[in-house]
């Protein structure tokens, strides 16, 4: 006995509007995220990405609805991770702080707004503006856990004598 043919697209799964006889610029793909209902209407909706198959073709964000079903087939490999993202919570700027003062206590050395941002870019904080690290540098130096350092056309920043607790 076969499965079922489903009857909407189905989270975490990659299909195709495409039968293979299509020149690829015509054909669309589109991969399932997350799937809802309509708060008003009822209706299911896929959210997720989608892209044609030309050659250099990028995804971008797209829905369908639960009429748009008919004539998509699913791949047998999604062509995106089949695993959803983990998306971690930003932190406060309080905890985002404390959790910056704890990296330089451990690897120490000479901290600039770039290497702060590029810390924070690795670690899922997301866009951070540079006021903003400027702003939590110097409210660590302000609290006595930071010494800054000027010179000519730099300014950085490393942990205050006794800092290292």
Request: net charge neutral; glycine share 12%.
């Amino acid at each position: 006995m076969s499965d079922p043919k489903p009857e909407f697209f189905e989270a975490g799964r990659t299909y195709t509007d495409g039968n293979g006889f299509r020149a690829p610029e015509l054909t669309a793909f589109f991969h399932a995220e997350h799937i809802t209902r309509h708060p008003e209407r009822g209706h299911l909706r896929a959210i997720g990405w989608a892209r044609s198959g030309a050659t250099g073709a990028t995804w971008h964000g797209n829905f369908l609805d639960e009429g748009d079903f008919a004539g998509w087939t699913e791949l047998e490999e999604p062509l995106l991770g089949a695993a959803p993202a983990v998306v971690r919570p930003r932190r406060t700027d309080e905890e985002r702080r404390h959790w910056l003062l704890s990296v330089i206590r451990s690897e120490r050395g000479q901290w600039t707004v770039g290497r702060v941002k590029r810390l924070y870019g690795r670690y899922c904080e997301g866009h951070v503006l540079r006021s903003t690290i400027r702003r939590e540098l110097a409210a660590l130096c302000a609290a006595g856990e930071l010494e800054m350092h000027h010179e000519s056309d730099r300014r950085y920043y490393t942990l205050a004598a006794g800092g290292g607790r």
